[in-house]
């Protein structure tokens, strides 16, 4: 019981100290923004969903408190030839900026039927069994050895990056799973590795990402 007292006073002391944003549905949020932009004859939209599971609550910088993910979606849409980007997190929106650069669709449309085809291959890892049933790494290769299978491999936390792009003709959806993109996990080898990282998809993703922390680390986004 003093344990909970001590934690409530403590929570309440945070509370008043500063500013608490509450966490918002960020899918609402983000389609409402899409269709707003849609409404206004916006054709060429679409947006980075960049999250990482962590605790049950947790709180950023600037007062946002959120449960379990904390979302950050970076809206794009390209107007009368101009290019845009608005933050969108769990707790609402930032200001939409003018960007200098259209990479995010100029690298789309170049590569867009290789996109569409491309999907990352799980995390695959090679083992075998010795004779007491032990699964063990391969560290070399035995032809002789028939017990040796491919698994594939999960982790329940891992970061992602949801990129969808809406045209008047099309919609297009990807997840870049940041796991599949590791070389390797503890001492096993992903085999699918040489494969997955070479991916326009991927390439795609690594530029989204290289934009949008270089416009965080400005400090261009500024919450409305």
């Not at 966490?23 to 206004?40: F, G, P, Y």
């Not at 599971?53 to 709180?59: A, K, N, P, Q, S």
């Not at 900026?97 to 039927?113: A, M």
């Amino acid at each position: 019981l003093t344990l909970m007292l001590l934690l409530f006073i403590f929570s309440s002391y945070i509370a008043v100290g500063q500013k608490q944003l509450p966490d918002r549905n960020i899918d609402s949020l983000v389609n409402s923004a899409v269709q707003k932009l849609k409404a206004d004859g916006i054709d060429k939209i679409g947006y980075s969903k960049q999250n990482c599971i962590t605790g049950v609550y947790d709180e950023n910088t600037d007062g946002c408190r959120y449960h379990i993910v904390y979302y950050k979606v970076y809206l794009f849409w390209e107007d009368n030839n101009k290019h845009f980007i608005q933050k969108i997190d769990n707790c609402g929106n930032f200001n939409p900026i003018k960007l200098k650069t259209s990479i995010f669709f100029d690298f789309y449309f170049t590569n867009e039927n290789v996109i569409k085809k491309e999907e990352l291959l799980p995390f695959r890892v090679r083992k075998k069994k010795t004779s007491w049933g032990k699964e063990v790494n391969e560290k070399k290769k035995n032809l002789k050895d028939t017990t040796t299978q491919i698994y594939t491999v999960g982790i329940d936390h891992s970061c992602n990056n949801e990129i969808s792009v809406y045209t008047n003709n099309d919609t297009l959806n990807k997840n870049i799973n940041y796991f599949l993109l590791e070389e390797k996990d503890n001492e096993d080898l992903n085999l699918s590795f040489n494969y997955n990282i070479k991916l326009k998809v991927v390439e795609w993703n690594k530029q989204i990402v290289e934009l949008t922390t270089d416009l965080e680390k400005k400090l261009k986004f500024k919450r409305l």
